[in-house]
């Protein structure tokens, strides 16, 4: 009940008045109660499985908020209701509080923005059908809800519902296949492949043998060339062919992995692999270019990986683990996998986390990773059922495909996942790990990059190179390099200071010529003046000294400051008793140098953007002032 008079507190509407605020609000208090406990027990919003109904409870709770009017975001708030009416019984809920509150606020104001427009769009969908008497909103209509406003589905629905109309969901839902099928043949294209499954039908659908983590040269047989995506069964010096070998070292692109480089061979040719992708299927493709020779469809050749490149990847690829478990142990059990690019020379590992990572956490972060190497656990790799690793509590990716049997990589008793990549034999071998840098991907989506093993020497030697250059143009040591920064950019900023000292007196120093020159219109005096390198606060104290000496005046100044064209105009009084009005006349001498600006009758200021047309500017500033003056 508590959560109940708490919503009713917060939207203003109290509960039993009105059928429906009631549902509303009875909505609200069932569902963040239950968001409260998702979270709690380690579910974030996604758009998969458990995650996707947790976000459908927050943003069914925020919509009946608008529905009772509440402005803003509040469900962050109404959490700590349901966290205090329940600690007694489940006093974890205390200790993960902030926790819970910032899931719950990120999907809250993410959904905002989504719901803002997208009811927008919905209601011109529904007057349009009221008046056309048409009960059934096209599926065409709704996929572009979701589509191109990321409007949910069961949304639409729910609306709809509510004004007695439907949805064609036949067709919303086959516009979703396609667009499944799209992403799909996008994911799977690569010209540089040349290879379409359905090219070698003698061939089957039997998966490459691959025999790459032990061996990495070995003999195989050639059982199929592509050129151009077509079958050939020749392969001649200087052609860029794919081959498909009976078995192979080559590990093919899949699950984050990219693929292996190196070189085929026989005793009458030479192909360079420069890259190895995997199909659907299973299949493992050899993209070469022929560097002498010529291959045919049967040969038997030498396949032989870049070893060295082999050797970082798999340093990337155990660093990857240990990164994941480091940021679980830092950051909390919500922490899962969301995607990952382990490469030659670094890695990428996205996860869910609601807010970016403090200094201190990525410190943490590091130090973890960087400790378990120095350990130097066991890499260990089995093969199981998928329930006997589920129950052994090993780390898998939630929308992951997996076969009954599946290989496990465990790390001592630091990590396991299910993984079908390549890895050290003992962590030490990862030497060390740098963190690069952490940033956003999406909403609660947040990536890490990072490298490993001489990378992060050479990166620091190529610090340590910067920081003696540096050293030396300051003239320092590299012990005092950043005492001696300070210390000159201390004696900048003074020297800035008195440089626009030195402009203010220059400036004050034409004020009598700029007098002068001034021309009189009615009994107002037009003073113009062009005072370069003078910012926009030294040009309005310059207007204020020619004010103070011209009782009846209008100055109109103009500077070039580093490429950027600054106007300010200034009106006495009596100046606007006469009709002058700084704000209008600095607009329309802007407006000749392609500027634009305003401001108050006494003080205004506009930016141009045309430097050739200052000069013409001030130079038309004086009949712009007799439009104005009575």
């Not at 065409?140 to 609306?159: M, Q, R, V």
């Not at 001649?236 to 080559?250: A, H, I, P, R």
């Not at 192909?271 to 992708?277: F, G, V």
């Not at 291959?295 to 240990?322: E, P």
């Amino acid at each position: 009940r508590s959560i109940i008079k708490q919503v009713s507190v917060i939207s203003g509407i109290r509960y039993g008045e009105n059928d429906q605020s009631d549902v509303s609000i009875r909505v609200i208090s069932d569902h963040i109660r239950g968001s409260v406990f998702m979270i709690s027990d380690g579910v974030t919003p996604s758009n998969e499985g458990r995650g996707y109904v947790l976000r459908r409870l927050i943003r069914r709770a925020a919509r009946h908020g608008k529905l009772l009017g509440i402005k803003g975001v509040f469900l962050s708030e109404l959490a700590k209701t349901v966290i205090n009416e329940n600690k007694d019984a489940y006093p974890e809920l205390v200790n993960k509080t902030e926790h819970i509150k910032s899931w719950i606020l990120t999907e809250e104001e993410s959904f905002q923005k989504t719901i803002d427009q997208g009811l927008v769009i919905l209601k011109g969908f529904i007057d349009e059908m009221k008046q056309k008497n048409n009960t059934v909103l096209s599926g065409e209509n709704a996929f572009k809800l979701y589509d191109t406003y990321g409007f949910p589905i069961d949304l639409t629905l729910e609306i709809l519902h509510e004004n007695q109309l439907d949805v064609n969901v036949d067709e919303f839902e086959v516009l979703m296949q396609e667009q499944k099928e799209r992403a799909r043949a996008a994911r799977n294209d690569d010209s540089s492949a040349g290879w379409d499954e359905e090219l070698f039908g003698d061939i089957g659908n039997e998966p490459t043998e691959f025999i790459g983590y032990e061996c990495f040269e070995s003999t195989a047989n050639i059982i199929g060339i592509s050129k151009d995506n077509k079958p050939v069964n020749k392969a001649t010096q200087g052609e860029q062919v794919t081959f498909l070998l009976d078995k192979t070292v080559f590990y093919g692109e899949s699950g984050g992995q990219i693929g292996d480089r190196g070189v085929i061979y026989n005793d009458v040719a030479t192909a360079i692999i420069s890259d190895t992708k995997k199909t659907t299927s299973g299949k493992i493709l050899h993209i070469a270019i022929v560097e002498s020779g010529s291959f045919a469809k049967g040969d038997c050749v030498s396949a032989k990986i870049d070893l060295q490149k082999r050797q970082s990847i798999m340093r990337n690829h155990s660093a990857t683990h240990l990164l994941q478990r480091a940021l679980i142990k830092t950051l909390g059990k919500h922490v899962s996998q969301s995607g990952s690019f382990v490469g030659e020379n670094y890695l990428r590992f996205d996860f869910t986390h609601f807010a970016a990572l403090s200094d201190a956490e990525l410190r943490a972060v590091e130090n973890e990773v960087n400790d378990v190497i120095l350990q130097s656990l066991n890499v260990d790799i089995s093969h199981t059922t998928l329930e006997d690793a589920k129950a052994r509590g090993v780390t898998a990716l939630f929308d992951g495909k997996y076969g009954a049997q599946v290989r496990v990589v465990k790390m001592g008793d630091y990590s396991a996942e299910l993984c079908g990549g390549c890895h050290v034999k003992n962590t030490s071998q990862i030497g060390l790990f740098k963190l690069l840098r952490e940033s956003a991907v999406a909403s609660g989506i947040r990536r890490i990059e990072g490298i490993t093993g001489m990378s992060v020497i050479s990166g620091m030697r190529q610090q340590e190179m910067q920081i003696k250059q540096i050293a030396t143009l300051l003239k320092t040591s590299v012990g005092d390099v950043v005492e001696k920064a300070e210390s000159l950019l201390t004696e900048i900023k003074a020297a800035g200071k008195e440089i626009e000292l030195l402009k203010g007196k220059l400036a004050a120093s034409s004020v009598d010529s700029f007098i002068d020159n001034a021309i009189k219109v009615g009994n107002t005096m037009v003073i113009t003046g062009r005072v370069d390198n003078l910012d926009v606060d030294a040009m309005r104290g310059l207007g204020d000294k020619l004010r103070d000496k011209q009782p009846n005046s209008v100055a109109i100044l103009a500077s070039l400051q580093a490429g950027r064209i600054n106007f300010v105009a200034m009106a006495t009084k009596a100046a606007i008793a006469d009709g002058a009005n700084a704000g209008s006349i600095v607009r329309d001498v802007a407006q000749i140098a392609g500027g634009g600006g305003g401001g108050r009758p006494d003080s205004a200021q506009a930016g141009g953007k045309d430097a050739s047309k200052i000069d013409i500017a001030l130079g038309q500033a004086v009949d712009i002032v007799k439009k104005y003056i009575k």
